[in-house]
C-alpha cells in the first residue's frame, strides 16, 4: 500500500502551488500598473501601491526559486543518502 498522500502522488500539489504563484505573480503585476495610474491623482498613494505591488513580484520570484532550489536539494540529498527520505 502507498503511504504518500493522493495530492503528491499525482503531481496534483506543485500544479495547485505553481498556479497560485502564478496568480500572484499576475495580481502584483496588475496592482503595478493600477498603482501607475493613481499616481496620477495622488503621488503618495500611487507610489504605496506601485511599491507594494513590486514588493509582491519580489517575494512570488523568491519563492518560486527557492521551491527550484529545494526540489534540487532534495534530489541531490537522495543521490548522496540514497533511502535517506523514507528509512526502513
Not at 495610474?37 to 512570488?60: E, N, P, Q, R, T
Not at 527557492?66 to 536539494?73: F, I, P, R
Amino acid at each position: 500500500m502507498n503511504e504518500t498522500p493522493r495530492l503528491r502522488r499525482t503531481g496534483e500539489r506543485r500544479h495547485w502551488v505553481v498556479n497560485t504563484l502564478v496568480f500572484l505573480f499576475s495580481t502584483a503585476l496588475a496592482g503595478v500598473i493600477v498603482g501607475m495610474f493613481v499616481a496620477f491623482a495622488d503621488w503618495d498613494i500611487g507610489k504605496l501601491i506601485v511599491l507594494s505591488s513590486l514588493g509582491m513580484c519580489a517575494v512570488v520570484l523568491l519563492l518560486g526559486r527557492a521551491a527550484e532550489m529545494a526540489n534540487d536539494l532534495s534530489e541531490l540529498m537522495e543521490r548522496v543518502f540514497p533511502g535517506w527520505k523514507s528509512p526502513k
